[in-house]
């Protein structure tokens, strides 16, 4: 079992900067994956970034440029620095981790924390 729990997120002016974070229950080293998915309203839950465990990222179309997501082995964390942020990207953004077992992968999510962009 992998427990991940967000940071607080907030309101944020558009064009501000926010830093999220997900603490592990469990070494990320063993996760193969760790990202991060928003959900808007009435929206279906979308990636946002995710960062493998040989550090390869990928990002949305949305988040190139202005999202940078990473991994602290160290502190068990994986983090999400926002910049430039924009009304659109108001939503409920959850940590997910995905953990290979020898009978099969599964995904493990946070609770999500509310992030809104507003003046």
């Known amino acids: 079992q992998v427990q991940l729990v967000e940071s607080v997120g907030g309101l944020v002016q558009p064009g501000g900067s926010l830093r999220l974070s997900c603490a592990s229950s469990?070494?990320?080293?063993?996760?193969?994956?760790l990202g991060w998915y928003r959900q808007g309203p009435g929206n279906v839950r979308r990636p946002v970034a995710t960062?493998?465990?040989?550090?390869?990222?990928d990002y949305a179309k949305s988040a190139e440029g202005r999202f940078t997501i990473t991994r602290d082995n160290a502190k068990n964390t994986v983090n999400l620095q926002m910049n430039s942020l924009k009304p659109e990207d108001t939503a409920v953004y959850f940590c997910?981790?995905?953990?290979?077992?020898?009978?099969?992968?599964?995904?493990?999510w946070g609770k999500g924390t509310q992030i809104t962009v507003s003046s």
């Open positions: 960062i493998r465990n040989t550090g390869g990222t």
């Open positions: 997910n981790a995905g953990v290979s077992y020898t009978s099969g992968s599964k995904n493990y």
């Open positions: 469990v070494d990320i080293k063993s996760i193969y994956q």
